[in-house]
C-alpha cells in the first residue's frame, strides 16, 4: 500500500511540473539568473590573496620507515601571499603600519600541530623562511611590511612525536591569523 501512494505522489508533482512549464508558469525565471556577494571591509596594512586563504597541503605517502629512520617526511613548500599592502593607516593621526605577525593555530601535540585520523606517531612541524618553528597559539617573529605585495614562504613537514607509529591516513586544521601593527 505505501509503495502505491509513493508513486502516486511522485506522478502528482511531475505531472504539476510538467503542467507550470506548459502552461508557462515558470517561463518567466528562464534566462534569469542571481549572483550573490559577500566581503568585507578591513582596517589593515595588507588583504589577504584569496587563493592563500584555504590551502590544502598533499604530503603525500610516506613510509613509515622514513620516519624511524629519519624522524622526519620530506619538507613540502606553500606560502601565504598578502596583496595591496600600504604603509598609512586609515586613521591620519595614526602612525604607519610598519610590522605584521602571523599566528599558527591547531591542536597542540608538545608545541607541534597535532593530526587526526588512524596515523599515530607523528606531528606536523610549521617553519618560516628563517627557520622559526611555528608553535600552536603563539606568534612568529614580526615581519617588516612593505608596500605592495609580500609572500610569506613556509614548509611543513611530518615529524615523529616520540610515541608508537602506526601506519595509516591522517588529517589535520591548522588555521592561520594576521596581525598588523
Partial sequence: MFKKISVLVLLLNMSAVSQGYSSGLMSSDNG?????????IID????????????????????????????????KNFSINLINCVLNKSDKDSTRWQYFTITFDGLNDDGLFSVEGDAKGIAIKIIDNSGSIARPGLALPPGK???????????MQLVSNHRALQAGDYNAVIKFKMDYY
Fill in 44 to 75: 589593515a596594512a595588507c588583504a589577504i590573496d584569496i587563493n592563500s586563504i584555504d590551502q590544502t597541503i598533499d604530503m603525500g605517502v610516506v613510509p613509515v620507515s622514513r620516519i624511524v629512520r629519519d624522524g622526519q617526511s620530506v619538507k
Fill in 145 to 155: 611590511i612593505e608596500s605592495g605585495d609580500i609572500s610569506l614562504n613556509f614548509s
Fill in 32 to 40: 534569469q539568473g542571481r549572483v550573490n556577494m559577500i566581503g568585507s
